[in-house]
């Protein structure tokens, strides 16, 4: 067992663990400590405890400090930097022509690099600018090139379901997604009505997939023949996931005669769903 702290830098972002070498943390406290990019604030989100060695990912890093008040003037300070550096990066692409778009800009803590985020078509030829930029900020510059749900991820916005992106405000990670789930969920399949602000699935598909496995289970496929309470035999011809309700065409005793009939699931006879059928 190692003892270990999680740590965040960004909103929605991963959690991090770092050696807390002694140190007691609580949650919502800060923390400096040193990662591949180089030194970073992060707010800590799990405090001192103990997990086993196979979920860290070695070699396990320590903290550097906790944080103080001059380390959060630094960091409200290195925000305002961003967004200079932001202006500048903006007229220097367009003094090159590149085609590309500049999403975010983030420098690390100790200001030894500055991270721009950008989308492009394809690949850009990018080294003018890496050079115009450097003697600039006098730093070194990493432009890094991104989809277009990590834009989503890192601008924010609101869905239509009229809350913040889920993305932007505590999905740290971006799950798969596939036309499958809103298939199994009844939803429309217009992509206007299952995408998200970034033009793909929406998230959200993902959230609700377990429930709607368990509940497509209790229920009939479509097409399928059934036995009603009546002891009547009828045809699916749709239901009604979340009520778990199923309309038949009932087959009645009188010859050729046809109706359409509405039951609840538990009133119905008919062999389970399994999981290679709701695939």
Same mark, same amino acid.
């Given at each position: 067992?190692? =003892? /270990? ?42 405090e001192n405890q103990e997990i086993t060695e ?14 103080? +008040? +001059? ?29 590309? %778009? ?9 200001? !030894? ?43 924010? !916005?609101?869905? /239509?379901?009229?809350?913040? *992106? ?5 999905? &740290? =990670?971006?799950?798969?997604? &596939? ?9 429309? *399949?217009? $992509?206007? &009505? ?23 289970? %209790?229920? $009939?496929?479509? !097409? ?5 309470? =009546?002891?009547?035999k009828g045809e699916v011809i749709s239901v &009604? ?11 009645? =005793? ?5 109706? *359409? ?10 062999? $389970?769903?399994? %999981?290679?059928?709701?695939?």
């Amino acid at each position: 067992m190692t =003892e /270990v702290i999680g740590v965040k830098f960004r909103t929605a972002g991963k959690v991090y663990y770092f050696s807390p070498k002694g140190v007691s943390f609580s949650r919502g406290e800060y923390a400096i400590v040193e990662t591949s990019r180089g030194v970073e604030y992060g707010e800590v989100l799990l405090e001192n405890q103990e997990i086993t060695e196979d979920k860290i990912v070695a070699p396990l890093k320590d903290i550097l400090r906790k944080a103080t +008040e +001059e380390d959060r003037v630094q960091y409200e300070a290195n925000h305002a930097l961003e967004r200079e550096a932001y202006e500048t990066c903006q007229k220097k692409i367009k003094e090159h022509g590149l085609e590309m %778009k500049l999403i975010d800009v983030e420098y690390t803590f100790d200001k !030894g690099k500055a991270l721009f985020y950008f989308t492009a078509e394809g690949r850009v030829d990018f080294r003018a600018l890496v050079k115009d930029l450097a003697s600039i900020f006098r730093t070194r510059i990493e432009l890094r090139q991104v989809g277009v749900r990590d834009e989503t991820k890192l601008l924010g !916005g609101y869905g /239509v379901c009229g809350r913040p *992106l889920c993305c932007h405000s505590f999905l &740290s =990670e971006f799950a798969p997604v &596939s036309i499958k789930m809103a298939k199994e969920q009844g939803l429309s *399949l217009n $992509p206007s &009505s299952i995408s998200g602000v970034c033009g793909r699935l929406m998230c959200c598909l993902k959230n609700e997939e377990e429930v709607y496995d368990f509940l497509n289970s %209790k229920l $009939p496929a479509l !097409g399928e023949f059934v036995t009603t309470r =009546e002891g009547l035999k009828g045809e699916v011809i749709s239901v &009604s996931v979340l009520n778990q309700k199923v309309k038949l065409i009932v087959n009645l =005793e009188k010859e050729d005669e046809k109706e *359409l009939r509405e039951y609840s699931v538990s009133d119905l006879k008919f062999k $389970p769903r399994r %999981k290679m059928d709701l695939e």
